[in-house]
């Protein structure tokens, strides 16, 4: 089984091939386009959907792409299986929110938009990517990778607004008495006999 597996990868190389990798970038790209689009939709739960989860599902999916990609490397209708099979996880992924739905409100709305751009943008730069000499270089895969994670936690926690407009919080409403009140104090002079001296400011009346 492992000389099989060691074989199997030594024909993809021999192919020029590195899906794996390919597969990390064009996850890595992927992710930070979904991770921006991410904004201004409404998440079902910030905690549980936000920039930093969508990007960390994203490169999985990257990774997914690769393995599968590479797996099919010796059959002879390539392009077509892998679209067909890549095809059938969009169509999982948009089950599985539909699924969610009845646990979490807008699980549709912000799962399958981001569903629709993801797999298809992972599907064609991992088959470009895994022909491109870049992919074998593995500081390239690492930095796009790096960029990637910074972009989806950096902007966790942001956008997700209920409204398109801007709005300033409700004005606060103070409640002032209609009735006349009085002002006034008293002074205790200890000059010799107690004396009490009233002074009064008026009346003062406040309408609302």
Excluded: C, K
């Excluded at 938009?113 to 993801?118: E, F, Q």
């Amino acid at each position: 089984m492992g000389s099989s597996l060691s074989t199997h990868r030594a024909d993809v190389r021999d192919r020029g091939e590195w899906p794996v990798w390919g597969g990390v970038i064009a996850g890595s790209i992927a992710a930070v386009v979904a991770a921006l689009v991410s904004l201004p939709l409404r998440s079902p739960d910030d905690a549980l959907l936000n920039s930093a989860t969508v990007m960390v599902a994203t490169v999985i999916a990257g990774v997914v792409a690769g393995l599968l990609w590479r797996a099919l490397a010796n059959r002879a209708r390539r392009w077509l299986i892998f679209a067909v099979l890549w095809a059938l996880g969009f169509v999982l992924a948009v089950l599985f929110a539909v699924a969610g739905e009845t646990q979490l409100d807008r699980m549709v709305s912000f799962t399958v938009p981001l569903a629709a751009i993801v797999f298809p943008l992972i599907g064609v730069l991992t088959v470009i990517l895994a022909r491109w000499g870049i992919a074998s270089r593995w500081w390239v895969t690492a930095a796009v990778l790096v960029i990637a994670i910074g972009v989806g936690v950096g902007l966790s926690g942001r956008g997700d607004e209920q409204s398109g407009r801007l709005e300033l919080p409700p004005r606060a409403s103070v409640s002032i008495p209609s009735q006349p009140y009085r002002l006034g104090y008293q002074v205790r002079l200890e000059e010799g006999s107690p004396r009490i001296l009233n002074l009064t400011l008026g009346d003062l009346e406040v309408h609302t």
